[in-house]
Each structure stands twice: as C-alpha cells, then as structure tokens.
C-alpha cells in the first residue's frame, strides 16, 4: 500500500496540469490570392478570417525552459472566380471553419473546411425557343452547384521588424463540385498570395494547459 501511495505521489510531483480561462487579443486577416485550377483554369479569390477561440498549451521542462503551442479557431468567408478557357467563367461564395497554429511571430499554418456556391457562364452564345417558336439569346445561361472544400496554408510575415501586417500565404485544397451530372466533380487547386493582419479581437476565453515533466 505504502509503495502504491509513493508512486502516485511521484507521478503527481513529475506531471500536473491546470487550466485557466482569460482574455486574450488575436487578429483578424484579410487575404488576396491567385488561383490555378487544375488542369488549366485561372482565378482569384478575396477573404476574410475571423479568430473564434485560442488555446495555448505551455510546457515546462525539467530544466525549467517553457515550450508553447498556439493554435486559434476561427471563422471565414470568401470570393472567388475562375476561367476554364473556351467552357465557363464560374463565381463562388463560401463559408468555413478552421484552426490556425502559431509556429512563431512570423510564420504560421492553416487547415480550413468551408461550403459554399458556385455560379458558371458558359462561355458564347447559347440560344433557346420561346413560346412562340421563336429563336432568342440566353444571356448568362449557367449552372449552379454546390461545393465542399478542404485547405492547408502555410503563411510568412514579410516584415522585418515586429510589425508583422503582411504575410504571404501559399494554399494548396481540394475541393468537391455537385451535382455534377447527378454526381460530383472532384477538383485540385493552388493559390498564392498576400494577406494582411487587421485589428486585433478580444476573444473571451483563452484556455491555457501547464505541464510540469
């Protein structure tokens, strides 16, 4: 019994654990990006990214030297369109969720899931009959779908001092197109580009974890 009461007591002193939840100021960003949707498509897209939750996890060592993880939960919505030459120039509007981890000041990545909708153009003109038997011109005859898509950014402030307003942000995603001839169409796609760091959003809880080893 002793011995079981000692190597808890052991196990106590090498590993603890706490929690605390306080405020914390995080940034919000707006980005700018480049498009090339495989194969051959070419686009933008225009956002925003708005921090949710933080949580920080702090580890002390045993020769007392502190490691922290951060990562914030954030919310985003953006614009974007694409060409695929000689088919359809298509527009989208999407919505996400996602979490964004702090390697340091002037680097950090992303991993997003967002939906949204995708409105295409085809590309000439597209004629129909009317009523009457009569030939007319469709104008902006498309498509509308919806779609689901994954990312992962890697971003790096491009400022030399302790500013850090600008990043530039490289993200490769896929993405899911439906219906798309009563199934889906699965695409590739990668965009660089800037982003800028706005005004920094009190969050209301920061969650903090102490490990002692």
């Known amino acids: 019994m002793k011995t079981v009461l000692l190597s808890t007591s052991l196990l106590?002193?090498?590993?603890?654990?706490?929690?605390?939840?306080?405020?914390?100021?995080?940034?919000?960003?707006?980005?700018?990006?480049?498009?090339?949707?495989?194969?051959?498509?070419?686009?933008?897209a225009i956002g925003t990214s708005v921090p949710v939750h933080s949580v920080i996890k702090e580890k002390v060592q045993e020769d007392?030297?502190?490691?922290?993880?951060?990562k914030d939960e954030f919310i985003s919505a953006e614009l974007g369109g694409y060409h695929y030459p000689f088919a359809y120039t298509a527009?989208?509007?999407?919505?996400?969720i996602g979490i964004r981890y702090i390697k340091s000041t002037k680097h950090f990545t992303e991993l997003s899931f967002n939906q949204g909708i995708l409105r295409t153009v085809y590309d000439g003109k597209?004629?129909?009959?009317?009523?009457?038997?009569?030939?007319?011109?469709?104008?902006?005859?498309?498509?509308?779908?919806?779609t689901t898509g994954f990312s992962y950014s890697l971003?790096?402030?491009?400022?030399?001092?302790?500013?850090?307003?600008?990043?530039?942000?490289l993200k490769p995603?896929?993405?899911?197109?439906?219906?798309?001839?009563?199934?889906l169409k699965l695409h590739s796609c990668f965009q660089?580009?800037?982003?800028y760091r706005l005004k920094n959003i009190t969050l209301v809880t920061r969650t903090k974890y102490r490990h002692l080893l």
Do not use: C
């Open 126 to 146: 597209v004629y129909e009959l009317d009523p009457n038997g009569n030939i007319k011109e469709r104008i902006l005859f498309g498509r509308t779908y919806l």
């Open 64 to 70: 007392f030297k502190n490691q922290n993880s951060e």
């Open 91 to 96: 527009l989208s509007v999407n919505a996400g």
């Open 192 to 195: 660089a580009g800037i982003s």
């Open 12 to 44: 106590l002193h090498v590993m603890a654990s706490a929690q605390d939840s306080l405020n914390i100021k995080r940034p919000a960003f707006l980005y700018a990006l480049s498009t090339y949707d495989f194969p051959k498509s070419y686009g933008f």
């Open 173 to 183: 995603a896929i993405w899911m197109q439906y219906p798309y001839n009563s199934f």
């Open 155 to 169: 971003n790096w402030s491009l400022n030399n001092g302790n500013s850090n307003l600008w990043f530039i942000q």
